[in-house]
Structures are given as structure tokens and as C-alpha cells.
């Protein structure tokens, strides 16, 4: 599905967001769509850098149906192996996992590690990519 899907599930239902990023601007923006979206309390943001959130999310027992990264293109290699295992221990059964990368930077033979995966895709635009995985379990 298309960002625009979920953003419309979101902001039509009574599901909820945690947003995650440790940038002041990026902070703000998102403050703003979430005031502009009408989404009020059913979107959270944790100004934290990605590992800690994760972090205090698992030990929180908190759990995902959708995550959707966009971590910088060229730290990626360097933190796939880390941030996979990361994201791995919040995931709810069958949920969709969502990666933003530069083309061709993020898969490989047994996709991105630490994530089980049932079927993925990868949707090209331009110079970037964005690939779905689809985890096993019933859920999403």
C-alpha cells in the first residue's frame, strides 16, 4: 500500500501513531500535520533517537501493527543489522514493516536482518525505494 492508504486509515479510524525523531524542525512538522490532521491524542511523538525509543518501547511491552522508517541513506548500511533487531522486538504479530532507502541500499539475500519475513516488495521512485515486509502471524 501507498503512504497515502495509511495516512488514510489513520486519520479515518480510531487507530493511533507513535511518531519517533529527535529533530527539533522535524518535531515541529509534525505537530503541525498532526493539529492540521485532527488527529489529537491518537498521535504520540517521543523525541528520541530511534534506538532509544525502540528501547524504552520494548521495555514498555509495546508492540506495532505498521512501522515505517526513514532513516538517513547513508547511515543505513551501517545501522541495517542494528535497527532491523531493533524494530524486530516491537512488532505485533503479522505486522507490515516500511522502509524508506536510496535504491538498491537495502536488500539483500534474507532481506533486512533480525525482521522474519513472509513477502516483501520494493517500489521504486526515482532514486529511492521503499520496501514492505510483510511479517508472519495474523494481524495486519
Known amino acids: ?6 495516512s488514510s486509515d489513520v486519520c479515518s479510524s480510531d487507530l493511533s501513531a507513535t511518531c519517533v525523531d529527535d529533530d527539533r524542525g522535524a518535531a515541529e512538522a509534525i505537530g503541525a500535520n498532526t493539529a492540521v490532521l485532527g ?3 491518537r498521535l504520540r511523538l517521543v523525541r528520541r533517537g530511534w ?3 525502540l528501547e524504552q518501547a520494548d521495555e514498555a511491552g509495546e508492540r506495532f501493527d505498521l512501522v515505517l522508517a526513514d532513516p538517513p541513506y547513508d547511515l543505513l ?3 541495517m543489522e542494528e535497527m532491523g533487531d ?3 522486538r516491537v512488532l505485533a504479530p503479522g505486522a507490515v514493516v ?3 532507502h536510496a535504491r538498491g541500499a537495502i536488500m539483500g539475500p ?11 516488495t520494493t517500489r521504486r521512485y526515482g532514486d529511492t525505494e521503499i520496501t514492505e515486509i510483510w511479517t508472519p502471524g495474523e494481524g495486519t
Open 1 to 6: 500500500r501507498y503512504w497515502r492508504d495509511w
Open 39 to 41: 488527529l489529537g491524542d
Open 51 to 53: 534506538r532509544g525509543a
Open 77 to 79: 548500511p551501517v545501522i
Open 86 to 88: 531493533a524494530i524486530a
Open 98 to 100: 516500511a522502509i524508506e
Open 110 to 120: 534474507g532481506g533486512v536482518p533480525g525482521i522474519a519475513v513472509e513477502r516483501e
